[in-house]
């Protein structure tokens, strides 16, 4: 297997990758949900979209999930993949106002404001029924939010390409998690359901912002050059370089480094959130004890599942794609 080079001593190893045995089935779903729902614009859209996989993304990222919740993850992963290629490979990418009037139909949706108006509109909204299926109202809210968050984050992403700021330091990684939609993402991780309580301690908190630093953080330092060929500085690789005054690979250290940081904090949150289950007797209210590695393997996975899959991506490396490797990730 090929790794980035300033991830070869990462700590990340140690953690197994695993695949799920349904990755043929998700895939072959998602496929025919974006044909029968009407997703692709051209059949080069829906060639690029297969050639992406994202039943294997699903596959190294919830390796345990059910055939049918496997499939559904497929499904948000070919709805993001088309939005972000749309926005990021057209002007709409830096045309803020534009771009915030295109996702009027998809904002009211996540919100439950209004019902769809567009194919997009259309997939979302089974998306999110099927996810909040049986599901708590509180859960369901959280994931409605994150939804929110993530396409408000691509206009904020876009407002800042047409003006030519690059994001502070300090303000980035919140912004990144955000525009990455990595916390919708998470919420189909949970094993079991988590009280607020829980959720939103402060261990827990660390834990899922660890995850997800990981995962996006990861993902920039295999795109940093390809997005910079592009034009795009909103990669934590770039914008460090930019306000350190670095070298792209001094800047691509620096991020490994802070990579490794976050798997600290990650531990010690694992660490904490058991002591606090443990002190609590944490009871879930279908009667399972939540135990924090439950947690924490399942973010793990993620984070181990995404670096895989990422790693092998035509999307990444293009020249991959011609000399026919067949995986291909999301630069969310």
């Known amino acids: 297997m090929v790794t980035h080079p300033e991830l070869k001593v990462s700590a990340i190893w140690r953690v197994l990758a695993r695949r799920s045995t349904h990755e043929r089935s998700a895939q072959e779903t998602s496929m025919r949900w974006v ?3 009407g997703l692709c614009q051209s059949p080069a859209e829906s060639a690029n979209l297969h050639q992406s996989r994202p039943g294997l993304l699903a596959a190294w990222c919830h390796p345990d999930a059910s ?5 559904l993850v497929a ?33 009211a949706v996540a919100l439950g404001m209004s019902g769809p108006v567009s194919p997009m509109g259309r997939g979302l909204a089974e998306i999110i029924e099927r996810a909040c299926e049986e599901m708590p109202s509180w859960w369901q809210f959280r994931f409605r939010r994150n939804v929110a968050e993530y396409l408000a984050a691509c206009v904020w992403q876009a407002a800042h390409r047409q003006a030519g700021q690059v994001p502070t330091l300090e303000e980035f990684p919140s912004r990144r998690r955000a525009f990455g939609a990595v916390m919708p993402s998470f919420d189909r991780t949970e094993g079991v359901l988590l009280p607020s309580s ?17 995962v996006c953080w990861t993902n920039d330092l295999m795109t ?6 592009h034009g795009d500085l909103h990669n934590l690789v770039l914008v460090t370089a930019h306000h350190k005054g670095l070298e792209r690979q001094a800047a691509a250290r620096m991020v490994a480094a802070a990579c490794e940081d976050r798997l600290h904090v990650f531990s010690r949150a694992r660490e904490e959130l058991a002591e606090l289950l443990q002190a609590r007797a944490e009871v879930s209210a279908e009667g399972v ?13 993620w984070v181990r599942g995404h670096l895989e899959w990422g790693l092998h991506t035509p999307r990444y490396h293009p020249e991959d794609d011609e000399a026919g490797r067949s995986c291909h990730a999301g630069s969310h």
Not at 90 to 98: F, I, K, N
Not at 290 to 300: M, W
């Open 35 to 37: 044909e029968s729902a």
């Open 67 to 71: 055939e049918a919740d496997l499939s």
């Open 75 to 107: 499904m948000w992963m070919s709805w993001l993949f088309l939005l972000d290629d749309r926005i990021d490979e057209s002007t709409l990418g830096r045309d803020a106002d534009q771009l915030e009037f295109r996702l009027r139909d998809l904002h």
């Open 198 to 214: 829980i959720h939103y301690s402060r261990p827990y908190q660390d834990l899922l912002f660890a995850a997800a630093d990981l």
């Open 224 to 229: 940093a050059d390809k997005e910079a060929a």
């Open 289 to 301: 004890e939540l135990r924090a590695d439950d947690c924490a393997t399942v973010l793990l996975a």
